[in-house]
């Protein structure tokens, strides 16, 4: 583990979701989704939202918010068919992380995925789609 994923761990083991009967060798699960705390720790993904937002890319605010306009209200240009392509591949991705327990972001970007996969124009950083 690197040191992002030690401070990790060492959240998850003082988390009050972290099940109680935690046994030191054996998985200890988080009563928020059932994972192994190892495995957020590993992948730098807490569902309560916890860990340092090291490294998330913040969000281009006049970017986005003209991105957002347009997703909400359809004018992105993307079809149903390329929406539905690109909202799989993100579901998928391991960059697509739950933010603030509520909405899923692309780590590498900062992006909300859902607005990002009704904009035409717009393009995955992993070059996925």
Excluded at 100 to 121: D, Q
């Amino acid at each position: 583990m690197n040191e992002y994923q030690e401070r990790c761990l060492t959240i998850c083991r003082s988390c009050p979701f972290k099940a109680r009967w935690c046994v030191d060798g054996q998985p200890c699960l988080c009563t928020a989704d059932g994972a192994d705390i190892r495995d957020h720790a590993r992948d730098g993904h807490c569902p309560q939202n916890m860990y340092p937002q090291s490294q998330v890319k913040p969000i281009n605010l006049a970017h986005g918010a003209a991105g957002l306009v347009r997703a909400v209200t359809g004018t992105g240009g993307a079809d149903t068919e390329l929406i539905e392509k690109r909202a799989a591949i993100c579901t998928s991705c391991e960059y697509n992380k739950l933010s603030l327990g509520l909405i899923y972001r692309c780590e590498l970007c900062g992006c909300l995925t859902w607005a990002k996969t009704r904009n035409l124009e717009e393009k995955c950083p992993a070059d996925k789609w």
